[in-house]
């Protein structure tokens, strides 16, 4: 029975948590930067859609490779297109329907321990559902951003070979066939995908398009718009490259740098926000009655509930003093 209480504490504090990230997180500078590149991708990149029919050949296919589970998973989960680009996203071939297995397992699994915990069944459900849908989609987050991490620090790279390739005189498709085979990881990856896409039929501007979607990355945004508007506007399109794979050095050397220059305040921020719990636990190893008092007393309960809030609150604002957008 009191790991019911312990356990909505938590979940109540999460809540505060996000609610408070949500009220003072403001215009996002990478947000905006995304737009920016997005109305200048849309002024450049004219024409570089698919075909109509040829769209409709992609869905057909892809309907196809569907199983029935695929597809009964799709009709419960909202936003299945989105919910499919960030699986693709995650480089690991998850289906929507393992997605959606997934759910179901977390789903199970979190209502019959708190069944077993003494908890009513409409409490249950409802943490349930709750961890269902949030559980499984921050292991996908995860999976998201490393593989974007090691996308971003293997790119540089991969424009290097790029580069050389164009110099040697071998034409821009050719060259990225050629990355994809040398280049090992996500960045190999989506050369190989790119090289696919064109021996299909694609255009180079589409292919690109289409990874840049994928990827969500700003450092394949500005190589995409470099490569469309050297293809319209001329040039030596080799330096351009090697410029660029200049700069994207130099923003990770200056995020390094940022991080390792805020690193005192954000080990500040965890240990001023670990303490407390850190206390809590020590107390509780020495006197169990007094501090049980706090998931059995109501009044106590909302003081902690408020405490949370609060300290959620003291460690947003750290967190922002701490975070830079480049």
Same mark, same amino acid.
């Given at each position: 029975?009191?790991?019911? /209480?312990?356990?909505?504490?938590?979940?109540?504090?999460?809540?505060?948590?996000?609610?408070?990230?949500?009220?003072?997180?403001?215009?996002?500078?990478?947000?905006?930067?995304a737009?920016?590149?997005s109305?200048?991708?849309?002024r450049?990149?004219?024409g570089?859609?698919?075909?109509?029919?040829?769209?409709?050949?992609?869905r057909?296919?892809?309907?196809?490779?569907?199983?029935?589970?695929?597809?009964?998973?799709?009709?419960?989960?909202?936003?299945?297109?989105?919910?499919?680009?960030?699986?693709?996203?995650?480089?690991?071939?998850?289906?929507?329907?393992?997605?959606?297995?997934?759910?179901?397992?977390?789903?199970?699994?979190?209502?019959?321990l708190?069944?077993?915990?003494?908890?009513?069944?409409?409490?249950?459900?409802?943490?349930?559902?709750?961890?269902?849908?949030?559980?499984?989609?921050?292991?996908?987050?995860?999976?998201?951003?490393?593989?974007?991490?090691?996308?971003?620090?293997?790119? /540089?790279?991969?424009?290097?070979?790029?580069?050389?390739?164009?110099?040697?005189?071998?034409?821009?498709?050719?060259?990225?066939?050629v990355?994809?085979?040398?280049?090992?990881?996500?960045?190999?990856?989506?050369?190989?995908?790119?090289?696919?896409?064109?021996?299909?039929?694609?255009?180079?501007?589409?292919?690109?398009?289409?990874?840049?979607?994928?990827?969500?990355? /700003?450092?394949?945004?500005?190589?995409?718009?470099?490569?469309?508007?050297?293809?319209?506007?001329?040039?030596?399109?080799?330096?351009?490259?090697?410029?660029?794979?200049?700069?994207?050095?130099?923003?990770a050397?200056?995020?390094?740098?940022?991080?390792?220059m805020?690193?005192?305040?954000?080990?500040?921020?965890?240990?001023?926000?670990?303490?407390?719990?850190?206390?809590?636990a020590?107390?509780?190893?020495?006197?169990?009655?007094?501090?049980?008092?706090?998931?059995?007393?109501?009044?106590?309960?909302?003081?902690g509930?408020?405490?949370?809030?609060?300290?959620?609150?003291?460690?947003?604002?750290?967190?922002?003093?701490?975070?830079?957008?480049?």
């Amino acid at each position: 029975m009191v790991l019911l /209480p312990a356990f909505l504490v938590v979940v109540g504090a999460s809540t505060a948590l996000v609610l408070m990230l949500l009220a003072f997180s403001g215009p996002s500078a990478g947000r905006a930067s995304a737009r920016r590149l997005s109305s200048l991708r849309d002024r450049h990149l004219i024409g570089a859609d698919a075909p109509e029919g040829e769209e409709r050949q992609l869905r057909g296919i892809s309907t196809a490779r569907a199983t029935g589970w695929d597809r009964l998973a799709g009709t419960m989960l909202p936003n299945r297109s989105q919910l499919n680009k960030r699986l693709d996203r995650t480089g690991k071939g998850w289906t929507i329907g393992q997605y959606g297995g997934a759910t179901l397992i977390v789903v199970l699994v979190v209502a019959l321990l708190l069944a077993f915990a003494g908890a009513e069944w409409v409490t249950a459900l409802a943490l349930a559902v709750l961890a269902g849908l949030t559980v499984p989609r921050a292991v996908v987050g995860i999976y998201i951003t490393r593989r974007s991490a090691r996308f971003t620090a293997r790119f /540089p790279d991969a424009i290097d070979l790029l580069v050389r390739g164009l110099r040697s005189g071998l034409p821009v498709a050719e060259t990225m066939a050629v990355v994809g085979q040398e280049i090992d990881g996500p960045v190999g990856e989506e050369f190989r995908a790119i090289g696919d896409k064109i021996k299909i039929g694609r255009t180079l501007d589409a292919a690109l398009q289409d990874s840049a979607d994928r990827l969500d990355t /700003p450092e394949f945004r500005f190589f995409t718009i470099t490569i469309a508007i050297q293809r319209e506007t001329g040039g030596n399109l080799a330096e351009t490259l090697s410029n660029l794979a200049d700069v994207l050095r130099k923003r990770a050397q200056m995020r390094l740098k940022i991080k390792a220059m805020s690193s005192e305040g954000r080990a500040s921020a965890m240990i001023v926000g670990a303490l407390p719990f850190i206390v809590f636990a020590l107390i509780w190893s020495i006197n169990n009655g007094y501090m049980v008092q706090f998931f059995t007393d109501s009044r106590l309960m909302l003081a902690g509930i408020c405490a949370l809030v609060w300290m959620a609150i003291g460690a947003l604002i750290m967190a922002h003093m701490v975070r830079f957008e480049i």
